[in-house]
């Protein structure tokens, strides 16, 4: 019997006198007597008779310590002289092959090979630990580690140093913040860098997973799935999934003192302040010292203004489809067939059935009324492989009509057979922005564009814990898994900056981002603008970014617009901080900004006109500077493509380049009139600097939003 019906789609610890904090310190206070920074920091501590509170103190990522203090010692500590700022512990939550073909990467040409598969290139995940025997962590062909790697791997509970390899060089965990704040680890988790969750071992070979032929999750995404990798577990299994910011950042601390060159994080905090923001704080550091930082742009979309992680040295990620889906197929009493999505992972098929319509909320529902199976109706086709329980097939509600007008028109309904493990290839239109990526304008930061790029994120076939359940309840040994979300997004834009790491060693993080956000693609493979999965309409770059990444591109961008530290601490001062908020991003005290800066050198132009401005037209103008990659003089033209209601002006149109690190600026002149609202709050267009030479097209997404 086959039934018919509707089908719906971080804990903090509770406040007392205790709490976790993280101390902001000043180093100018430091007493020379202290041979290091952590023998002072206990000494603070013990000052306050909280000696014993101590977690970690932070050498890279800031400076200063994390302990567990009441009320009465962090007053006592707050008036210490180097005290500068605190902020309590928060808790983070997690953003949960065919990839490399739809980004076109092959093993003969293109990117891959130019960057020796990424060789050497060292990636840190802070995730939820990893499973080491997976064979996307196999070190076959691997060369020694380079000796400027210090990291390690630690010892622990199911997990030893010798799990390690040629490829896995790193593995370390850090819990003692969560513990401190009285949230035990599960028993279901393990003291060690092993992954009892899946999520850290399905990032890490997404990012930099060795090759591993054959592979598919029972029968899906049949297919082929080098860099080195480190492992920084902080997410845990509590009651829920828990990572503390104490952690976080310790973390980050330990990936940037044992020496990656990029890292990425596909987890979030709640919105705030930079100032306030650990992972923020920790990526300006490790982007202060040429450290590469993606992450995960958060998966609470399709709400506008939902972008986690915007700071704007971070590339955020979003998360997009790819031209792959997973099926099963009804065919009617009638003859009439009809196909949808399922992940039902049994070989089980289907044949003669009488066929009912019920409504109800639940697969659970199907099993309790006798039924061999379901058809599911809902407008979004949202879903996971556990959710099916029963050998199921879900339409939307455009396709479920048919099935409908059959019930209704027949007396004795049937299904004459279903079919599963249907694995569709070359599906149109791909890439679409994935209806759960968070969108822009940033709420932080709504003048500075974000997402950056749009990534693979929805059923990504990567390497999971090998004890998962199959859609019948039962454990089997299954090693690799289907999983959605941004924090898929992020390890494949990190694994693509581990590549151009390689082949460019000298270029900043800022200059990477900046190849890989302008040489991105806005039109998918049915040759139109990007769409929403949401509601099917055309998408905006508030949605898809500067585009789908596009990693042979970027190998040879032409131009950069490169920015450096100095960059981010005057667009730090625009903010309007005062000087402990500003000290506690940059570390210190000692810095010079100019009184006319000029704005933040982005790839990206982003103008916002509050709603209650109604006053038209608006002038705004954008200046910018563009560097040279690569050998030999070369000539630019710019070339725009704005909307009716924005006319642009860019002076000069001609830019030439004498070489290799040449600079050249340039200026945006905006006018915008009232009907450039006429048909909706946001409307955008482009700047694409057209070389002389090679095909180079250097592309920047002009949007404007009405807020």
């Not at 903090?12 to 206070?29: K, L, R, V």
């Not at 000696?51 to 103190?57: D, F, N």
């Not at 492989?385 to 028109?409: C, F, H, K, W």
Request: aromatic content about 10%; charged content about 20%; proline content about 6%.
């Amino acid at each position: 019997m086959a039934l018919i019906f509707s089908y719906g789609y971080g804990a903090t610890p509770a406040s007392d006198e205790y709490g976790n904090y993280i101390i902001h310190g000043d180093m100018s206070h430091k007493p020379t007597f202290f041979f290091t920074h952590e023998e002072w920091h206990k000494s603070m501590l013990a000052s306050v008779y909280a000696e014993a509170g101590h977690l970690y103190t932070y050498s890279h990522v800031m400076h200063g310590f994390s302990a567990r203090l009441c009320r009465a010692q962090l007053a006592r500590l707050e008036q210490l002289p180097g005290h500068r700022a605190t902020r309590r512990d928060a808790y983070a939550k997690l953003f949960t092959t065919r990839t490399p073909r739809f980004l076109g990467m092959s093993k003969n040409n293109g990117i891959w090979p130019v960057a020796s598969f990424g060789r050497d290139v060292i990636v840190g995940i802070i995730d939820t630990g990893i499973w080491p025997e997976s064979e996307s962590f196999s070190d076959h062909g691997f060369a020694v580690v380079p000796e400027r790697w210090k990291g390690a791997c630690e010892n622990g509970t199911g997990f030893t140093p010798y799990l390690c390899n040629r490829k896995l060089i790193g593995a370390r965990s850090f819990s003692k913040g969560l513990r401190a704040a009285g949230l035990p680890i599960s028993q279901d988790d393990y003291d060690s860098p092993r992954d009892s969750d899946g999520h850290g071992t399905h990032t890490s070979s997404t990012a930099v997973g060795s090759a591993v032929h054959g592979v598919s999750y029972y029968g899906y995404a049949k297919g082929t799935a080098t860099a080195r990798l480190a492992i920084y577990k902080v997410l845990w299994v509590t009651d829920t999934l828990e990572s503390a910011a104490t952690d976080v950042l310790e973390g980050m601390d330990q990936a940037m003192a044992d020496g990656v060159d990029v890292m990425s994080l596909s987890i979030g905090f709640d919105h705030t302040p930079y100032y306030d923001d650990v992972i923020a704080i920790g990526a300006f550091a490790a982007v202060e010292k040429g450290i590469f930082v993606g992450r995960a742009a958060g998966n609470d979309g399709p709400s506008p203004n939902s972008t986690y992680n915007g700071a704007p040295w971070i590339m955020t990620v979003g998360a997009g489809t790819i031209d792959r889906n997973f099926a099963g197929s009804v065919t009617l009493g009638n003859g009439v067939a009809v196909e949808g999505a399922s992940y039902y992972t049994e070989g089980a098929s289907v044949s003669g059935a009488p066929l009912h319509y019920g409504v109800d909320n639940a697969t659970e529902m199907v099993s309790r009324c006798g039924g061999k199976s379901g058809i599911f109706v809902a407008d979004s086709t949202d879903h996971y492989p556990e959710d099916y329980i029963v050998p199921a097939v879900i339409l939307r509600t455009s396709d479920a009509s048919q099935v409908m007008d059959y019930i209704n028109g027949t007396i004795n309904a049937t299904v004459l057979e279903m079919k599963f493990q249907i694995t569709n290839i070359n599906v149109k239109p791909a890439p679409l922005v994935a209806d759960f990526s968070s969108r822009g304008p940033d709420p932080i930061s709504p003048g500075v564009f974000k997402p950056d790029i749009l990534a693979p994120a929805e059923d990504v076939l990567a390497a999971f814990k090998p004890d998962d359940s199959s859609s019948n309840g039962d454990y089997v040994p299954t090693q690799y898994m289907l999983e959605s979300g941004t924090s898929m997004a992020s390890p494949h834009a990190v694994g693509v900056a581990a590549l151009l790491r390689a082949v460019h060693p000298d270029w900043s993080p800022a200059a990477i981002r900046s190849a890989i956000m302008t040489t991105a693609i806005t039109i998918d493979n049915a040759r139109e603008t990007i769409k929403d999965q949401f509601n099917g309409g055309p998408a905006t770059p508030l949605q898809f970014g500067a585009g789908h990444i596009n990693p042979n591109r970027a190998m040879d961008p032409g131009l950069v617009y490169d920015l450096a530290t100095q960059d981010y601490i005057q667009f730090i001062r625009g903010l309007g901080y005062n000087m402990a908020e500003m000290a506690t991003i940059i570390r210190g005290t000692m810095w010079s900004c100019l009184e006319n800066s000029p704005e933040l050198n982005y790839p990206s132009f982003m103008n916002i006109i509050p709603g209650n401005d109604t006053s038209f037209p608006k002038t705004r103008n954008f200046t910018r500077g563009l560097t040279k990659v690569g050998d030999g003089p070369e000539d630019y033209h710019a070339q725009i493509e704005v909307p009716t209601g924005m006319k642009i002006k860019v002076v000069p149109e001609f830019l030439s380049f004498k070489g290799e690190r040449d600079n050249q600026m340039f200026v945006i002149s905006m006018e915008i009139d009232a009907e450039l609202f006429s048909s909706g709050s946001v409307a955008y267009g482009f700047l694409r600097w057209v070389g002389s030479k090679k095909p180079h097209l250097v592309s920047s997404p002009i949007v404007v939003a009405l807020q």
